[in-house]
Nanobody, 124 residues
């Protein structure tokens, strides 16, 4: 069983930056591929980024590529999402997710555990 808790959401102006964090409980964090998804009310959850358990390689959704950076600290059981040059369309609830020995695919169904989400609002 893995529990994920996100933090760091808030209100930011367009063009600004924000860093989200996700802390995982349980063992073997280093064996989990970690990802961030986001969701706007009434829409499907959208893949933002993933970081692979084995080599730390990263994947990004097209809408955030070049602006967001995902990283992990296995010693602290945390994964972070650095978000730069934020746009109003980045406004969403952001979810942390984990997938045991995952491939980092952008599919919601691949991920076993989810956090409760943290809200990000980008004002224009």
């Amino acid at each position: 069983q893995v529990q994920l808790v996100e933090s760091g959401g808030g209100l930011v102006q367009a063009g600004g930056s924000l860093t989200l964090s996700c802390t995982a409980s349980g063992r073997m964090f280093s064996s989990y591929t970690m990802a961030w998804f986001r969701q706007v009310a009434g829409k499907e959850r959208e893949f933002a980024a993933a970081i692979i358990y084995s080599d730390g390689s990263t994947r990004y959704g097209d809408s955030v590529k070049g602006r967001f950076t995902i990283s992990r600290d296995n010693a602290k059981n945390t994964v972070s999402l650095q978000m730069n040059n934020l746009k109003p369309e980045d406004t969403a609830t952001y979810y942390c997710a984990s997938n045991y020995y995952g491939l980092g695919r952008p599919f919601e169904r691949d991920y076993d555990y989810w956090g409760q989400g943290t809200q990000v609002i980008v004002s224009s």
